[in-house]
């Protein structure tokens, strides 16, 4: 969520990814008499979703280039185009118009931001495209989307439910929300006090300005209120300018925010004294003992992987196979079939592209089962199982830590 030769590019998806500073946009050349299958990753390359965005594009190319290596889609080469959304709901919405309208794909995959997805996902029902999304908030569900719309990342109430879990489990009496104001929040405030406030603890939220540069006062007054827990919801910017005002604060009870708010980064940005002890929660786990986990590892070169580059290598696995399963390569082949090959546990079970259309090929029923989990969907696209894991900032690391 920009061009290159295409051994260039190929050794850089590969072997890693640098730091993006423009918007551009990337391509795999097509061939065939009919022309190439344009499939497009709309991922967050600039903004608070840059930790995650060059990873899911380095996925879909990776898969991309695996089918196209071995012969293509329905006797087609594949296209991949990459446009950076900044993490914003407008800079998203002008490159998803050119991606559908200039570029014609077929589908938008890894939509990271809830705000951009929004913004997104009724240019995609009103075009015939599919979005296969990591946004999170519930109301996109909800949305006439007549079926373009499957997500990959739990919805958000399921995370707020998850997050009232952790703070009964630490045993918590008391917590102390602090979100920016998102499409999710107060979904996440509700299901943590519908979970927690009849065991007992008392709750307290607040919405912040997340383009402040100090959250001083709002530390100082949570400091006041002196709860057991404190809840740092916010992406990593926001968490980074929160955690060192709370070091300075000298805040001795348990603190907790969104996994993605706490990646490495903000451990590098707060520091690795402020940021100790902090717990990540609510972050989808990736299937890290399947089959596909561990041939996603081999495929990109990294010894770990977050739940986005799980998720994003997931998504473009599945829009090829229910192309390939209804024998039509548009988002209305995706829409029509994608739970037939992602629901159907009598299926012979597949987790990658190339294994699915052999057997597709054989004329068998398969069940795609990815790195990030199940991948089974809802009639309203929400993905219906799904794992947590929590990590804790141990010297400096992420540490995965049973609660």
Known sequence: MQ???LITRRKALLTGVGAIAAPFVITTPGFGQTGPIKLAGLVSLTGSGSPFGPNSRMAHQAVVDQVNA??????RKIEYLAEDDQT????GQRAARKLIDVDKTQAIMSVWASAVGTAVLPLC??????MLAISAADSLALLPHQGYFVRTQPHTELQGKEFGRVILAMGAKSAYLIMPQTPFTETVFNAIRTTVEPKGVKVQSVIIDGKKTSFKSEIDEMVRANPELFMMGGYQAENIVMAK???RANYKGKVIGFAYGMTPGFIDGAGKEAAEGMFACAEPAPAGGSSAYAKLKALVKKDALDTYICQAYDHANLAILAMAKGKEATG???K??????????????VDNALDGLKAIGEGKEIKYSGASGPC???????????????????DGKLVEVKI
Do not use: H, P, Y
């Open 332 to 334: 209305t082949g995706i």
């Open 125 to 130: 029902w009103e075009n015939k495209v599919v």
């Open 336 to 349: 029509d079939n994608i739970r037939k090959i992602a629901n159907n546990d009598a299926g012979v079970m």
């Open 3 to 5: 061009k290159r030769s």
């Open 376 to 394: 089974k969907f809802s009639d309203t696209g929400n993905i219906i199982e799904v794992a947590f894991r929590t990590t804790q900032v141990k």
């Open 245 to 247: 005002d709370l070091f």
């Open 70 to 75: 071995a012969g293509g889609l329905l006797g």
């Open 88 to 91: 914003n709901a407008e800079a």
